[in-house]
Nanobody
Framework: QVQLVESGGGLVQAGGSLRLSCAAS????????MGWYRQAPGKQRELVAT??????????SSVKGRFTISTISRVNANNTVYLQMSSLKPEDTAVYYC???????????WGQGTQVTVSS
């Protein structure tokens, strides 16, 4: 069973940095895409950044230039995806969810979410 376990959220002042991590496990299927979405109170979940197995990165315009997504690939698709967040703004405050899709599996998979709070 696929598991995505996030870590690294917390409280930071505006202008600060945080790094989120998400470790995938539980399947031998290969990762297709990994990434991060976020959901602020009263708002819809939105894409933050994704990275494909080929290394193609996609960022929301609101985070481009401030956030960097990267991965480490391990055997048996036990990949880890990171989101380095810099120059954080109060509007970045949200629950951040790790996301993954796999070659050969139909479902999208989600982590449990990690809270990021940026104070002004």
């Amino acid at each position: 069973q696929v598991q995505l376990v996030e870590s690294g959220g917390g409280l930071v002042q505006a202008g600060g940095s945080l790094r989120l991590s998400c470790a995938a496990s539980g399947t031998i299927f290969s990762i297709n895409v990994m990434g991060w979405y976020r959901q602020a109170p009263g708002k819809q979940r939105e894409l933050v950044a994704t990275i494909t197995s080929g290394g193609i990165r996609n960022y929301a315009s609101s985070v481009k230039g401030r956030f960097t997504i990267s991965t480490i690939s391990r055997v048996n698709a036990n990949n880890t995806v990171y989101l380095q967040m810099s120059s954080l703004k109060p509007e970045d405050t949200a629950v951040y969810y790790c996301y993954a899709t796999y070659f050969g599996l139909a479902n999208n998979y989600w982590g449990q979410g990690t809270q990021v709070t940026v104070s002004s």
